[in-house]
């Protein structure tokens, strides 16, 4: 496994990934040795690389997207090794979540065929190696409301990336039209 520390216009991410695919990320930290540290933490049998055919194109879209520019990320290849079913579905379904869209956790769960699991959705993106990759953000507690976020900056990040995509609440959830950031 290799990985690449990088500044963004949000501040410094890591990028770790192997032939088959990307392993972990950093979202954007304070300083570059803050997100050394982030990506050795994730990735502790990591060396530094460049960034190769694979990470290169990568690095690029997670630096436009910082930049405001729209990126999908959902066709990356990724390398998550082994992790429970449950995790693999709910992954792969918060993986069609675009730009800018949101849903619950429990939504998401339903998407995925857990209809009563939004509680162990939480858990599971809790536990994403590779958030932005695998949007994260975009799942929000019932109510639209925000809930958590495990990367660095924790819930002003989170807040900060939906912004940046102009995301709304889910739709199913009329009590509320927009963030209040």
Same mark, same amino acid.
């Given at each position: ?12 991410? #890591?990028?770790?990934?192997? *032939?088959?695919?990307?392993?972990? %990320? ?14 050795? !933490? ?9 960034? *190769?055919?694979?990470? #290169? /194109? ?13 990126? *999908?990320?959902?066709?990356?290849? @990724? *390398? ?27 939504? @998401?769960?339903?998407? !995925? ?7 162990? %959705?939480?858990?599971?993106? #809790?536990?994403?190696?590779?958030? @932005? ?8 507690? !019932? ?8 990367? /660095? #900056?924790?819930?002003? !990040? ?24």
């Amino acid at each position: 496994m290799r990985y690449h520390v990088f500044k963004t216009a949000f501040g410094w991410c #890591g990028l770790a990934w192997t *032939d088959a695919g990307v392993a972990r %990320t950093v979202l954007p930290s304070a300083s570059e040795n803050e997100a050394r540290r982030g990506i050795a !933490a994730k990735a502790p049998n990591a060396a530094e690389g460049t960034p *190769d055919a694979l990470a #290169g /194109p990568i690095v690029a879209k997670m630096q436009r997207y910082f930049e405001g520019e729209r990126e *999908d990320f959902s066709e990356i290849p @990724l *390398d998550l090794g082994q992790m429970p079913p449950f995790n693999r579905a709910i992954y792969t379904a918060a993986r069609v979540l675009r730009y800018g869209e949101t849903t619950t956790y429990g939504g @998401l769960a339903a998407r !995925a065929g857990f209809p009563t699991a939004s509680r162990e %959705t939480g858990v599971a993106m #809790g536990r994403n190696r590779v958030p @932005l990759i695998i949007p994260c953000h975009r799942v929000l507690a !019932a109510g639209g409301k925000l809930g958590g976020f495990s990367a /660095p #900056g924790g819930i002003l !990040a989170k807040q900060r990336m939906l912004a940046l995509e102009r995301a709304r609440p889910p739709a199913s959830d009329p009590a509320q039209e927009s963030f209040a950031f």
